[in-house]
């Protein structure tokens, strides 16, 4: 939530890399932008609410690019609001000392009405309802000629998490940072240095970059880097290279990312699976998860936690663990489990799925799993994001970068790691040879499955045609396709404002179905799993209500095909890989409604890509 974005330069003006990165950022929340830029001649800020397209115009029409040279130094901000409305005046950067400094937050300080008050007493006037202004007052406060140090002492007194850049014109081309609980990294360039809440704002300019660790603060001037503790002592940390370049995050000729992003899965599945699988033995290796056969026996039970579409990622891993490994596993909300003071220790296997690596409840999962003794693994797609690091060990599913809010190419990473894991531990346990070779042939055969789903755009977006007027849908699925019915809710509910509910099959006839009418379409899941006819007579059951149903069937499966109004098709496949090309045609179906009801797609009203707030 929020992005940050900071730039210094020997030699080039800040503007443009400042509006640059925030559009990079702009994932991450969008209620309002703003910029503070240094000169000679002091700080100016501008501030805009909505999208970083609006603060553009703004800097067109006050900043001639004649002018835009002088400044060298800057700091910028998209907000995803949390204290106070998505105002000018609780835009980002706020200000302090008579405007002579700037600070741009992403997090939340959760001490900052006891804070507030204090600085009020001592006649400090505050101009926005936001959290934020009492970082930019304090670090104001403690300034006694030292900029990093002034930022130390008011960051101590701060409860709850920062990513924060502040400038000050006491301080000339001097940028201070500092990060806890929220993301920050520092692209390291020749001439330039460029300071943002994740790579995708930095691969522009360069892909050498410092991820800081929680509790760091760096001192930024155009000639280095300078990172210490908050206590003061100077830390090293090693400059890292970015392994994917800025093709990566463009749209690269489709409309909107989610729809590229659709198409990427045979590519990203083909990265999720490279080198992993291990015909010979008939399992996969995961030499990041380290752990020994032995480490492996010693697992009596799984927790997967995550949220949104993690969550569902891990709700299908809970068949797939147990299915092939005999293991008893349970897909926990991560705010749920970190605040039911959770029963996990040694012999429990705890995994943490987040895409962002960044989901502050799955973070704090993590944290608790730790503290209670559990083998804790990520399961991320960020690099260095800060679930893995804390995790210590996982498995990043190379996904590539996910740009569109709505999480597709992730889910089925998550669920092909999660696979992997499985079959993985079940050839430690019961799983024979023969079961974990025909697996391995499967899974291999997956980038393939997906793109026969993709072939089937034009079929599904015709479909989608039919029913995008459509104010409420219910999606049905038994077993692992559980889950995907609650995913495919969830897309349809984010990317096309369509009321959506995910059932499993059998519980429609206890509750819902008095919700069904000519009115109100059902998508059922009828890829070939066990209870497949099962779902084909609760199909009936919606049709005798006069619901359309659109179902998601096996190519071939006529029966299938006849029981419903309109069918997406998808390949045959065993149990375990149908969640994923099931899913795949629902993310299609969810972004053709949402294209055709004018939606914007790529960034939702009210969400944000990161969840880094409670
Ligand atoms: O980065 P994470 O996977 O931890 O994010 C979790 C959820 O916030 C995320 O999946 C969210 O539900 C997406 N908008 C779903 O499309």
């Given at each position: 939530m929020c992005g940050i974005v900071g730039f210094t330069s020997r030699n080039k003006s800040a503007v443009g890399p400042l509006v640059n990165g925030l559009r990079?950022?702009?994932?991450?929340?969008?209620?309002?932008?703003?910029?503070?830029?240094?000169?000679?001649?002091?700080?100016?800020?501008?501030?805009?609410?909505?999208?970083?397209?609006?603060?553009?115009?703004l800097l067109s029409r006050a900043l001639p690019e004649s002018e835009r040279g002088k400044y060298t130094i800057g700091i910028a901000h998209t907000r995803w609001a949390t204290h106070g409305l998505p105002t000018v005046a609780n835009a980002h950067p706020h200000v302090a000392d008579n405007g002579s400094l700037a600070l741009v937050h992403n997090g939340i300080i959760e001490n900052y009405a006891a804070l507030r008050a204090g600085l009020e007493k001592r006649g400090v006037k505050f101009l926005s309802q936001t959290d934020t202004e009492v970082i930019a007052h304090l670090i104001a406060a403690f300034d006694k000629g030292d900029l990093l140090a002034a930022a130390a002492e008011a960051l101590k007194r701060v409860e709850?998490?920062?990513?924060?850049?502040?400038?000050?014109?006491?301080?000339?081309?001097e940028m201070v940072v500092a990060r806890k609980g929220s993301p920050l990294v520092i692209g390291v360039g020749e001439d330039d240095i460029v300071v943002a809440s994740d790579v995708s704002a930095i691969v522009a300019y360069t892909r050498q970059v410092i991820y800081l660790k929680d509790g760091d603060i760096a001192r930024i001037t155009p000639n280095g880097v300078d990172i210490h503790t908050l206590d003061n002592s100077p830390v090293t940390r090693e400059v890292q290279e970015v392994d994917w370049d800025i093709g990566a995050i463009e749209k690269g000729?489709?409309?909107?990312?989610?729809?590229?992003?659709?198409?990427?899965?045979?590519?990203?599945?083909?990265?999720?699976?490279?080198?992993?699988?291990?015909?010979?033995?008939?399992?996969?290796?995961?030499?990041?998860?380290?752990?020994?056969?032995?480490?492996?026996?010693?697992?009596?039970?799984?927790?997967?936690v995550g949220c949104g579409t993690s969550?569902?990622?891990?709700?299908?891993g809970k068949y797939l663990f147990e299915k092939l490994a005999d293991i008893p596993t349970d897909p926990e909300q991560a705010a749920e489990f970190r605040?039911?003071?959770?029963?996990?220790?040694?012999?429990?296997?705890?995994?943490?799925?987040?895409?962002?690596?960044?989901?502050?409840?799955?973070?704090?999962?993590?944290?608790?799993?730790?503290?209670?003794?559990?083998?804790?693994?990520?399961?991320?797609?960020?690099?260095?994001?800060?679930?893995?690091?804390?995790?210590?060990?996982?498995?990043?599913?190379?996904?590539?970068?996910?740009i569109s809010v709505a999480s597709t190419k992730a889910f089925t990473a998550q669920v092909t790691a999660?696979?992997?894991?499985?079959?993985?531990?079940?050839?430690?346990?019961?799983?024979?040879?023969?079961?974990?070779?025909?697996?391995?042939k499967e899974i291999s055969r997956l980038p393939e499955l997906v793109k026969k789903v993709l072939e089937g755009n034009e079929a599904i977006a015709k479909v989608a045609e039919k029913y995008a007027k459509a104010?409420?849908?219910?999606?049905?699925?038994?077993?692992?396709?559980?889950?995907?019915?609650?995913?495919?809710?969830?897309?349809?509910?984010?990317?096309?404002?369509?009321?959506?509910?995910?059932?499993?099959?059998?519980?429609?006839?206890?509750?819902?179905?008095?919700?069904?009418?000519?009115?109100?379409?059902?998508?059922?899941?009828?890829a070939d799993i066990p209870g497949k006819e099962k779902t084909l007579g609760n199909v009936q059951e919606c049709r005798a209500r006069l619901a359309p149903v659109i179902g998601v069937v096996t190519e071939g499966d006529e029966a299938a095909a006849a029981a419903v109004t309109d069918a997406l098709t998808i390949p045959k496949t065993c149990a375990e890989l149908s969640p994923i090309v099931t899913v795949v045609a629902l993310q299609l179906?969810?972004?053709?409604?949402?294209?055709?009801?004018?939606?914007?797609?790529?960034?939702?009203?009210?969400?944000?890509?990161?969840?880094?707030?409670?």
């Open positions: 990079r950022l702009e994932y991450r929340g969008y209620d309002s932008a703003g910029v503070a830029l240094e000169s000679a001649e002091g700080i100016k800020v501008y501030k805009q609410t909505g999208k970083v397209a609006k603060l553009d115009n709850g998490t920062y990513g924060i850049a502040a400038i000050s014109e006491k301080h000339p081309g000729g489709y409309e909107h990312f989610m729809i590229k992003e659709i198409f990427e899965q045979p590519d990203a599945l083909a990265n999720t699976i490279r080198g992993r699988l291990d015909p010979a033995g008939g399992t996969a290796f995961l030499s990041g998860l380290s752990l020994s056969p032995r480490d492996l026996a010693a697992v009596r039970r799984v927790v997967i969550l569902h990622a891990g709700m299908v605040y039911s003071n959770p029963i996990v220790g040694p012999n429990d296997w705890v995994m943490a799925l987040s895409q962002s690596g960044e989901t502050a409840d799955t973070l704090a999962a993590v944290r608790e799993s730790i503290r209670k003794g559990a083998l804790v693994s990520g399961l991320c797609n960020v690099v260095g994001s800060t679930i893995a690091r804390e995790a210590g060990r996982g498995v990043y599913l190379h996904a590539g970068p996910e999660l696979l992997m894991m499985a079959l993985k531990l079940g050839r430690t346990r019961r799983l024979s040879f023969e079961d974990g070779d025909r697996l391995v104010d409420d849908m219910f999606f049905i699925g038994r077993g692992m396709l559980h889950p995907v019915a609650l995913e495919g809710a969830l897309k349809i509910k984010e990317v096309a404002y369509v009321h959506a509910e995910g059932y499993q099959a059998a519980e429609l006839k206890h509750g819902p179905i008095a919700l069904l009418s000519e009115k109100t379409p059902v998508v059922a899941l009828l179906f969810a972004y053709h409604v949402a294209r055709l009801r004018g939606c914007e797609i790529d960034q939702p009203r009210n969400l944000a890509k990161s969840v880094t707030v409670e």
